[in-house]
């Protein structure tokens, strides 16, 4: 016998949402299956403790779903769920007691899969030495700036998605990152490593 429930998967998150206002709970699975991975993904980038992160997520859905009727739909609902997780993640290193924005279990692959990397020559080792050179560079980053460059870089999110996340005007959002590249470029250079020939995103 047919499941006479079918997930809309085609339809919007901001589609969901509004079917979720109007009462249809049951839709909510559907944005929790879409955003779980990323969220717990981008918590990796906060916290150390992967089980603490599984339940700040949880909890992310759950402060989500009671607040979902604040939601404006004509805005993305992508961002709105990340200002939530953000605020749950930043609280969640105030009581670790951890500096913010401490990434010891930086997704170093995610970061790459934004990288130019061209050169066929170089030795895998050289490779490996490359990355963790790149994760030590947004380690010395000040939190502000280390913070515009996860979600820009990692998360490949807008400037526009960025500001409604951090809850900042989107031109401050640029220079920020501006700001940021430009101490990547310092860090990097100290280091020996060109970020302009590694990085896709320069501009």
Do not use: C
């Amino acid at each position: 016998m047919e499941d006479p429930y079918t997930p809309p998967t085609h339809v919007s998150d901001e589609d969901l949402a509004i079917r979720v206002q109007k009462g249809d709970s049951e839709v909510f699975g559907v944005l929790m299956q879409r955003y779980t991975e990323k969220l717990i993904r981008y918590g990796k980038k906060f916290l150390s403790n992967s089980d603490n992160i599984d339940d700040i997520v949880q909890d992310v859905f759950i402060k989500t779903y009671q607040y979902i009727q604040s939601f404006d739909p004509s805005l993305k609902f992508s961002s709105w769920i990340y200002r939530i997780a953000h605020n749950a993640f930043v609280n969640g290193l105030k009581k670790q007691q951890r500096s913010p924005l401490l990434m010891p279990d930086f997704d170093l692959d995610v970061f790459m899969s934004h990288a130019s990397y061209t050169d066929p020559k170089i030795e895998e080792r050289e490779y490996k030495e490359l990355i963790l050179m790149i994760e030590q560079g947004l380690d010395k980053l000040k939190p502000k700036y280390k913070e515009v460059i996860i979600l820009h870089f990692i998360e490949n999110m807008s400037y526009k998605d960025i500001g409604d996340i951090l809850q900042i005007p989107i031109g401050t959002v640029g220079i920020r990152v501006m700001r940021a590249k430009e101490q990547l470029k310092k860090i990097y250079t100290d280091m020996n490593i060109d970020l302009d020939k590694h990085l896709h995103h320069t501009t």
